[in-house]
């Protein structure tokens, strides 16, 4: 019952005044689309370089909390570009989208990162001033960087997978 009523709201974004302009606007669905992949690369760019540290594969002579809390106002601009910009597109696609296999994943892997990052920053952050300067960094922060790899790296592909997916 509820996947009907899912598709109802989907097909009545994508009708709407809103949706209808940005699809069959000349430059806006591309200009929006173009906004969209620079809030990748920022959060993207940021996160890594990040997690980049954790693992100790760059910047293992900066203590991690100086690497890391510079960054998450980047990180946080380039997330809100990404999401509105995301939302965009979506309100565009919405009937597309609804049945696109990439997109769906693309939603359940951004939840999945959230869910890391936010475990990490709730545990193991928490405690860094204990870890940051040591030579290896806690198992945990390493696990956490390679989810956290691994997880928006899947986020980009299915992102560009989006769009070749059949449309039904």
């Known amino acids: 019952m509820a996947a009907p009523v899912l598709q109802q709201l989907c097909d009545w974004i ?4 809103i949706g209808t302009r940005i699809r069959e606007s000349d430059n806006l669905f591309s200009a929006i689309e173009t906004v969209h992949v620079l809030g990748i690369t920022l959060m993207a760019g940021t996160i890594a370089l990040a997690d980049l540290r954790l693992l100790g ?5 900066v203590p991690a909390s100086e690497v890391v809390n510079p ?9 809100a570009v990404m999401l509105a910009s995301g939302a965009l ?4 696609e919405a009937a597309m989208l609804y049945g696109n296999a990439a997109f769906r994943l693309k939603l359940l892997l951004l939840a999945l990162a959230a869910a890391n990052a936010w475990i990490f920053h709730a545990t193991t952050y928490r405690r860094v001033s204990q870890w940051e ?4 960094t806690p198992p945990c922060a390493r696990a956490a960087a390679l989810c956290s790899l691994a997880l928006w790296s899947a986020v980009i592909v299915c992102g560009r997978a989006i769009a070749y997916q059949p449309h039904h």
């Open 89 to 92: 597109l979506f309100w565009a």
């Open 133 to 136: 300067t040591a030579a290896r």
């Open 57 to 61: 594969l760059a910047l293992k002579e």
């Open 71 to 79: 960054l998450v106002r980047l990180t946080w601009l380039g997330f």
């Open 14 to 17: 994508n009708d709407s005044q």
